[in-house]
């Protein structure tokens, strides 16, 4: 019994248990409340139901969640992504008229490695506060992407470019194949090259790290790039599946949500340690809250503040101090 309980307290401090177990008790809410919310169905070989929507919903928070995942275990922060989502997407079907689709692609990528690489010289060499670097981004990029479009909503009809947020690859959306691409590419960077020992080294401790060897304002450069082609990514993926770019309101306040899926997922604003599939746990976490809410048919003017109740709970079970005050703490036995 005590070796069960001692397997538990272990279990319980690990950073990704806790936005699984709110996933899971989401899902048992829904299960409870609504048996239908699992409903999948198929029609001309595509799936069709509220948890493939959250799948396909999900991809651009979490491709830019990813990225943020690197920033923010270097201690930094990227509000910018939903400004770069919006001028990629504004570069791709700018250029959708006159170019091929892989020169398109290619220059919405480089728009967003160049953004990226914008943030992370004003961090890491001008020695910018990064709220203050990336808010510069955050307010100047909607004005950039109005300038590509012209101040227009640009839309498109291409199939090609359609396809990649609306086509199907085995029944599911393509863009989920998409998301689990980067996902994987970004894991292989960490756990296979000495990038992501740096990266924790780094935003453990710079001043430390750059006496082992390791240069903290190079790695923070690449993980801001890295943020603005993640960024890239996912303005393609928006722009083509609503087949529009609108400079206004395309991934507006999305940078919010990429932020709070990095922490649900036990990534630290501190820097260090960091946890990819817990980000991607939190953006799926937050994605189904809010397939959740207007499957419950929840007002419209309360959607927001259900939302923050629901993130402060998740945030507050995953603090330690939190749980401690909660459960009963274990008597120290003395020996006389």
């Known amino acids: 019994m005590g070796s069960l309980t001692a397997s538990a307290r272990k279990l319980a401090r690990h950073k990704i248990v806790w936005p699984v177990v709110a996933l899971l008790a989401l899902m048992l809410l829904n299960l409870i409340v609504m048996p239908e919310f699992f409903s999948v169905e198929v029609r001309d070989g595509r799936l069709y139901g509220n948890l493939i929507d959250i799948l396909k919903n999900a991809t651009p928070l979490t491709i830019i969640a990813i990225g943020m995942t690197l920033v923010i275990a270097v201690e930094g922060i990227d509000i910018s992504v939903g400004s770069v989502l919006a001028i990629s997407g504004a570069m791709a079907l700018f250029m959708l008229k006159d170019y091929p689709l892989w020169i398109v692609l290619l220059a919405a990528l480089g728009t967003g490695l160049l953004c990226g690489l914008w943030n992370g010289m004003l961090v890491s060499v001008i020695g910018i506060q990064p709220m203050v670097a990336t808010l510069i981004l955050l307010t100047v990029g909607r004005g950039i992407a109005q300038l590509i479009t012209n101040g227009q909503v640009l839309n498109t009809s291409d199939k090609a470019y359609s396809f990649i947020g609306k086509g199907q690859f085995l029944g599911l959306p393509f863009q989920i194949f998409i998301?689990?691409?980067?996902?994987?590419?970004?894991?292989?960077?960490?756990?296979?090259?000495?990038?992501?020992?740096?990266?924790?080294?780094?935003?453990?401790?710079?001043?430390?790290?750059?006496?082992?060897?390791?240069?903290?304002?190079?790695?923070?450069?690449?993980?801001?790039?890295?943020?603005?082609?993640?960024?890239?990514?996912?303005?393609?993926?928006?722009?083509?599946?609503?087949?529009?770019?609108?400079?206004?309101?395309?991934?507006?306040?999305?940078?919010?949500?990429?932020?709070?899926?990095?922490?649900?997922?036990?990534t630290s604003m501190r820097g260090g340690r960091f946890y990819l599939g817990g980000t991607v746990v939190g953006a799926l976490f937050i994605q189904s809250l809010t397939t959740t809410i207007y499957a419950m048919g929840i007002a419209p003017e309360s959607i927001l503040l259900v939302k923050a109740i629901v993130v402060i709970l998740v945030c507050l079970i995953q603090s330690d101090i939190f749980r401690g005050m909660l459960l009963p703490q274990r008597r120290k036995t003395v020996n006389p």
């Open 179 to 266: 998301a689990a691409a980067v996902f994987l590419l970004v894991w292989l960077l960490k756990s296979k090259t000495a990038f992501g020992l740096f990266l924790e080294a780094a935003g453990g401790n710079k001043t430390a790290s750059a006496y082992a060897g390791v240069r903290p304002r190079f790695i923070l450069m690449t993980a801001y790039t890295i943020t603005g082609v993640c960024a890239a990514i996912a303005g393609i993926v928006y722009s083509s599946n609503y087949a529009s770019a609108d400079a206004n309101n395309a991934g507006l306040w999305l940078e919010l949500d990429a932020i709070l899926a990095v922490v649900i997922g036990g």
